[in-house]
DNA sequence: CTACTTTGATTGACACGTCAATGATGTATC
DNA sequence: GATACATCATTGACGTGTCAATCAAAGTAG
């Protein structure tokens, strides 16, 4: 028995644990980071914009109710708006009024808004490839897939207190 | 051989292993997020404060040259000096003139820091422990840190462009 | 010593994210 | 159909991150 092993379950993280810890974080925050300059200098979007592009390029006629837009991508409501404002300013999103529900707003993908996303899109998901995919053996990928899945499964049983 | 394989590695990353890139980058992101909230729950920190004030806290005298401190956390100086603007009016830190080089500055950890720091760390590193490692077992979570130090040496072997 | 370049740090402008508050519309209950 | 409550979306305030510009102090060359 660990003499650090307190009363139920208070033991701290070791070394070697925090090492894989902070590896992983950095690692992933390098890697997002990495692959949004590259979104930049290809199409001028941000991570976000993609998120969006996506999102709507992926839509029935290229269009969403903004809050299941939000949903999709994971988003408060706020963001979304925001976001929405400096990308209507941009001229890549449209909104309109929702038919069926009044409060409702549609958020539409303008010509523009898909060209531009057509532009960064395989450029994007060749550096996924190149950055990602291509540092493992599709064994190792495979491994690393179900780690994640752990992990995800993990923090499901597990909300935020 | 695959229709999908052009010219020269130019091939995109099939649906299978885009999943585990999602997956992976969204469950880093969900972990972060989960963290800084108690972070922020826990002491009114941030993760960035947080940072700082372990590399402060780490350093001979709890201070660090500015330009030390940026590159020992990984940030960009304009980053690190606004950052460190609000903390000192926080009075997280303190600043003062470099005795050896007068261009430089130092940021010193005050007493408020220190005592804030103290506070945090070990409910932080406890949900380290309760979020990450426990959702591993030992050899889960020595195949992820090899697996993520795969990465990261692709990483540096591909430098941006 | 003077001109040129490099480095340390800060600043301003602007894009971004979060939180709390707001207003307008929909839904349920009586 | 009037009251109460929930939902959709936006807004404002504020903290944060990035980029380019700035400025002072070192370092370097002649």
Known sequence: MSHATGRRGRRLP?????????????TA?????????????????S???????????EARDHRLRSSTLAERIGWERSRLSHHLGRMERRGLIGREDCATDNRGAEVVLT????AVFRAVSAPHLAGVRKLFVDAFTPEQ??????????????LDENPTR
């Open 111 to 114: 010509s523009d808004g898909a």
């Open 141 to 154: 990928l495979d491994s690393l897939g179900e780690l994640i899945g752990t992990l995800a499964s993990h």
């Open 47 to 57: 991570g976000a914009d993609y998120s969006v592009l996506l999102a709507l390029w």
């Open 29 to 45: 925050e390098r890697l997002r980071s990495e692959l949004e300059t590259r979104l930049q200098a290809d199409g001028g979007v």
């Open 14 to 26: 070791t070394r070697d644990e925090l090492a894989v810890w902070r590896s992983f974080i950095e």
